[in-house]
């Protein structure tokens, strides 16, 4: 691992630990294994690092989804593959979810970041997209869609991360997106 993973790796654990505003770049150096320096050499500033770390979370993250969809197929597989891409990604990196769900609502997002802000629902935006225009989800405002599509899984994440549910569990992962697909699906 290169140094500036060190750095976003270090500040990832610090930020879900004990929050930004607690972010000491002392501490953070310590974790990473170099001198706070050199977190200086890579980021001028407290605000950048969080801001660069949070858009290589979406990047990722956005790639792993994506891997679900195939051009050309019925929606609702794509659907189905997609969430539960996006359900295993953080199933297995629950540090990168409560990042994200901190984030989201902090003073610490920049300007030009609020604009990558919903990079996150980038992919279920596109096949909500494409799903409306045939006609395959209710006839609603496509924000809504994408709430009624990805916020229970942003719930149950939280249900899982506290021990009151296992979506490791075949069963209960399958329940959530059939339970996302019901909320959006024509019937």
Not at 21 to 46: D, P, R, W
Request: aromatic residues 12%.
């Amino acid at each position: 691992m290169n140094t500036k993973e060190a750095i976003l790796k270090a500040t990832l654990r610090l930020v879900n630990e004990y929050g930004f505003y607690h972010l000491n770049m002392k501490q953070l150096a310590a974790e990473a294994g170099i001198s706070v320096g050199t977190i200086y050499l890579y980021f001028n500033s407290k605000e950048k690092l969080i801001n660069e770390l949070y858009k290589n979370i979406i990047r990722d993250f956005n790639a792993i989804v994506l891997k679900g969809y195939e051009e050309g197929r019925a929606f609702k597989q794509n659907f189905f593959e997609m969430m539960r891409n996006a359900i295993d990604h953080y199933i297995q990196n629950p540090d990168r979810f409560s990042f994200i769900e901190q984030y989201t609502y902090s003073p610490f997002l920049f300007k030009e970041t609020k604009e990558e802000n919903l990079a996150i629902l980038e992919p279920i935006e596109k096949i909500i997209k494409e799903a409306k225009k045939e006609n395959q989800v209710k006839d609603l405002p496509e924000t809504l869609l994408i709430a009624l599509s990805y916020g229970p899984i942003v719930g149950m994440m939280k249900l899982f991360i506290v021990g009151k549910t296992d979506l490791k569990k075949k069963m209960q992962k399958e329940l959530l997106l059939e339970a996302c697909w019901q909320s959006v699906s024509i019937q």
